[in-house]
């Protein structure tokens, strides 16, 4: 399956509506995961969609994906960007974003897990939208590694985002490290479609990541796909 931070400036085209939006060096991300009953996923689903709805109209706010996980209906992923720390905490702590989170919480096995992050390496690519991309591939995955190999793990995550954006087919390629453990990594894949994903996946740089990847891993790869919850 699938120290200094190198933050860079790009523009993202947003689906609702032609403004262009500047994503800058302080921007602040969000990944974060709901795993619902089997009896409860369908308002789940239409709970998140709510409030991804309400959400993008917060000041900001930059972008707003939701994802649900392929072949695992229960399995969400919420994936957010804000322009700054001052933004994405301004929404935690929006009555909006409390109520979500006590109503999704009665639906769900497992807590709710939030996970904010920075830039490891972002760079700018057509299609990032705010809803997400039509029809698209997201795979992400969770990287960690010990302590003692941050550095290596965290050069290793930027050296694979930044060749696997010249693969066919991808739409966007992000490295993202948490805040609060910058042990852990996340890498933000979007895809064009299934054939796209799978030629990423056998390339010589992905292969070779992996290889680099394994000794100094600190648990299993963490790779899921997914789709786009809600499109217009």
Not at 24 to 50: C, H, W
Not at 61 to 74: S, T
Not at 91 to 101: L, N, S, V
């Amino acid at each position: 399956m699938r120290n200094a931070f190198c933050c860079l400036l790009y523009l993202a085209v947003l689906s609702l509506g032609p403004t262009h939006v500047a994503l800058a060096a302080d921007n602040a991300f969000v990944v974060s995961y709901a795993d619902a009953m089997p009896a409860t996923q369908g308002k789940a689903a239409a709970l998140i969609r709510e409030f991804a709805k309400t959400s993008r109209k917060d000041a900001g706010n930059v972008r707003f994906e939701i994802l649900g996980q392929i072949g695992r209906p229960g399995l969400f992923a919420i994936l957010e960007t804000w322009a700054d720390a001052q933004a994405q905490t301004a929404h935690a702590e929006a009555a909006h974003t409390k109520e979500f989170r006590s109503r999704l919480q009665s639906l769900l096995r497992a807590p709710y897990d939030e996970r904010p992050h920075h830039v490891l390496s972002v760079v700018p690519q057509p299609g990032a939208r705010a809803a997400g991309v039509k029809g698209a591939i997201y795979v992400v995955t969770h990287v960690d590694v010990p302590g003692k190999f941050q550095d290596e793990g965290a050069a290793a995550v930027k050296q694979l985002s930044e060749a696997s954006r010249g693969d066919k087919g991808n739409l966007r390629f992000d490295g993202l490290t948490q805040t609060s453990r910058p042990n852990h990594m996340t890498v933000i894949e979007v895809w064009k479609d299934p054939r796209s994903a799978d030629g990423h996946a056998m390339a010589p740089h992905t292969m070779q990541f992996r290889e680099k990847l394994s000794p100094m891993s600190g648990s299993l790869y963490d790779e899921r796909l997914y789709r786009v919850l809600d499109q217009k």
